[in-house]
Structures are given as C-alpha cells and as structure tokens.
C-alpha cells in the first residue's frame, strides 16, 4: 500500500482482437505472467490483464482488453474498441482462414477507434513452423499496405510476444512526445496520473494519508 | 443446511449409481479427500467432483452438516417424489421448490434434474432424436469451431483431462447434435461448459436433452448471434442492483462499469466458470426449478458482498480495480452455505423481477425501432423517411 496505486505515470488502453482460437488470451498471458497456458479456456465476452512496463524511463501502465473470438460476440465487443491507444490484431499462421478475416477486424478496428489508435497485427503460433499456411511475407506486405506494424510471434515459446507489446507502447508514446495524441480526451486511451498523489497534492482526507503512510 | 455430496466418481459411466450405493461412494470419496489435502496444484488423485486440480478443484473434505439418517429421509422423499412427479408438479410445486431449496441429495440429483428440465419429455418425444442427429453431417464451420473448443472445456476433470477420455468425444457430441437440433444458435462458445457439466453429472443422451431444455427454455435467445437477451438481463441486472445494494450500484456507476463486463461469463457460461463445485450444483438445484431468476440472485449477492464494504470500495479507485475484485471476488462470498443462504434473503420480489423486466424489454423495443430508423434513412435517403412514417 505504502507506494500507493499511482507508481506509473501512463495507463494505455490496449485491446486484443481476432478469430477464435488463434491465441490471445495466450499471449496476453504470456505477457502478463511470461508463462504458456496449455489449456486456456475460452474468452466469454472480454477479460483483463495489466502490467506496468518502461519506456524512455517512463512507467507505463498497460491495461489490456482480451476480446472473445467468436462471431457472435462481436456485437458486444465492439463497444471495447472505443478508446483503445493500441490494438494487437491476431491471427494463426497455421490457419489461413484466420489470415483471410482480417480485413473485417481492420475495418471494425478503423471504425471504432480513432485515428491515432496503434495498430500491431501478430501472426501468432510461429512455433509451428511445419504446419504453416501464411507465408511471413505475404502478412508483412498486409501489413505495409494498411500501415501495421507487424510481427510473427509464438505464445508457447515467447518469442517476440514481448517485443510486440512494447513496440505498441514505444509508438504511443513517440505520438505522446510528438504533442500529436490529446491527453484530456478520454477518447485516446491514454491517461495521464500524478506520480505520488498522497506526497504531490494536499489530499482532503487525512484520515486515509495516514492509514496509505507506513514509513 | 448443507446436503447433498455427489459421488465419488461422477463421470458418465459411473453415474448410473443407484441409491443403496451412494454411501458407500460418499464413504470413499471422503477418504480421497483426504489425500487430496495435501495438494493444491495438481493433485494424485481427484477429488470429490473429479478434479485433479485447477480452480475448480476442492482442497478440503466437504463439512457434512447432515447426520447419515437426515440424508437417508432426505433421499427417500425426493424418490417417493420423483416417482409421483407429474401429481407434485402440478399440485404441489412449492413442496418440489422447497426441496431443490434445500439441496437435492446427491444420489438422486440426476433423476432429479432430468425431471426437473422436463428432458424426459424431449427425450419421450424423439425417442432416436440424438442418434439420428449425432448421424448427420451437421454444418462444417460449427464443427470446426467445436473441435477447437472441445479440449478446453474443464481440463483438470478426469472426465476431460486427455482426448482418450469419453468426455472429450460427449462433448464433441452433445454440442454438434445440438447444432443439428437447433440451427438458428448453432453453436455458441458459452454452452461448452454448460454442455461439459451437464456431461459430469448425467449419461450423455440424457445430458443432451437436459441441456437442450436448458439452452432453449431457461436460457433462450442467450446465444443467438447479437446476444440481444443477455445484454437485456445486463440492463435489469443493472436496476436490481440498485435496490439491493445501492453503494456498489452507485461505485459501479461512478466508474462505468458496465455489467457486461462481469455478468457476461457469469450467466453466459450458467455459473459453470464462476462457482466452486459445491455452489454450483446447489445453485443450479434451484436454477433448474425456479428459472434464471436464480443466476440474477446469485449475482446481486457476489455483487452486493464483494463491493459492499466501503474499504473495498475505497481500494476499487477504477474501472480496472473494481473488475479485478468482481471477476475474481473472495472466495468466502463464493461458498455454499454463504451463497445459498444470501440468495433467498434479498430485499427483492417477484415483483421487482417482472417490473424491471417489462422496463428492459420496453427500452429494448424502443432502441430496435430507432435503430430501423437509422437504418431506413442510410439505405434508402428520402423516401424511407416516407416508410418509417407510414409506420408510425
């Protein structure tokens, strides 16, 4: 309690989107708790995970929506986009059908988030190189064309799952520096927070100060 | 207060227990409690449910409230009662209500819950219906889609633990002859673990129909594509709130919390993710008599007892926050004895229920003919604007 909630100076909203089954929740924990969930369970409607990271020495709180993959979810998820700072856009080199969706998750992504919204599409399951369907290449040019950053990453093994994360978190943050993303518009998914509210401003209760100081 | 333990093994193959052995299987069952002690993770052996470990997995041997002879009439009423069921239901209703209130002895739950959900009347109706469904090729997207789900349901129960288990291939089954059975859902993710619980406790044809009663009478229009029902139950779970605990509704509020957020696994998933085992098939003995008034009950308490001290409220200074402590509440608030007593007291009626739900379904009306209208004037410009008007 002693540090108090505010030891980040950003929150940036993410959100994970998809087809079903191509392994978001799994990154996201991989992410989060740098481990592989074998059997994860399934996405009903949306869950959460967080984790503070550093960029340029700046603590950044990442709070990241993990949407359900299913269709018919959809008119429920699409009320998580608004306010996203970034969107990791998933799908499954070893299933072309997931490739060959992503233009309507771009189209809802562009649609409901705003202009200045990071987008980082992830061809997840990199590990599983023999029963590949999507060339690197071929995503890498999707990518270009639409102005993604992108990456092939694997949740099993880790690799790059940690790079695509932050990457996001480096654009949003250059936009920051670059005066182009409005901090007081709630639409942009970036909130500022003071760093040491209890020790920066007078709070008006005393009676919780003194509880929060354990020095 | 508490009752009903559940046998020792309830997979689908052992689940034909007949009364004069579920002591004996109760007698076991403790005995591997108590081995399962001292595991927490992943234990040797399952536990009372099945479970080798995971969340769902019970460390400690359940409190047995009953004295052996209290269960032994507790069981012979419900067998004189499910054997004269039709005359109970139809003149004596709140006797069946005050029953399942009090908990269903494990040993009849499953006849129990297959009368209650009225299955054996499908299953009377289309005596070969899952065999002739389970027969037909079915859609091949949904197929697909089940596949991929069919590993992931409760992968810590023995029934699902590994693909050479039959639970895997039931549940394979029981969801793709539901798709057959009723195309307009299909198949929707949420009814996988309902489908995979109604498996542990019930022979797969039987668990069939059972859920077939449960996805399209007491859960119906939940998992139709647009999800329409389920965000109306958001809006009245919303308003109920109020009432029962105006501090957390008011918290709720302030931060924009919106009850999809947490409500949506809750009753998507019919308590099956949310609840330990005990809970659950308490809860679902009183769901299964009384409708999805229950899961509302339940929710308002989780709600209610996890947000309600003003010290948790005070720590839930955001969005995030307050979800962390609704999706994964204190397990206290999550136990038998807590749920089932806080269920049946709130200060809510029937009432309240019917109320808030004709509101519900009055806004719901409202916002679809506004949408039409949006709709009309993108589409056709100026002369929809005639239609809608003749229509008004």
Redesign the interface.
Known sequence: MSAG?YNYSYIFKYIIIGD??VGKSCLLHQFTEKKFMA????T???E?G?RIIEVDKQKIKL?IWDT?G????R??TR?YYRGAAGALMVYDITRRSTYNHLSSWLTDTRNLTNPSTVIFLIGNKSDLESTREVTYEEAKNFADEHGLLFAEASAMTGQNVEEAFLETARKIYQSIKDGRLDLNSSETGVQHKPAQPGRTTLSNDAQ?NKENCSC | MAAAIMAASPTSNSSASSTSVSLLQRQSSKNADTVSVCSTSSSMCPDRHGFYGGNQFSEKPKKETLTREQIIAREKKWIHMTSHWAEYMNTNYKKVRERCRKGIPGAVRQKAWFLLTGANHLMGKFPEGYRQMLDQPGNPQIIDEIRKDQHRQFPHHEMFIDDDKPGQKELYNVLKAYSVYNPTVGYCQAQAPIAAFLLMQLPSEQAFWCFVAVCDKYLENYFTPGLEMLQRDAGMLNRLLKKTSPAAYRHLQKHNVDPLLYMTDWFLCAMTRTLPWDTLLRVWDCFLCEGVRIFFKVALVIIGATLGPQKVRAQCNGLCETLAVLRSPPKKFLEEDFIMHHIFRLNITIEDFHREHKKQEMLHRKAKLEQQKTQQQQNGGGSSSYGSGRNS
């Open positions: 909630p079903m089954g059997s994860c369970p399934h009903i409607g949306v959460f967080t709070q359900a299913q269709e018919r979810f008119a429920v009320s919780t």
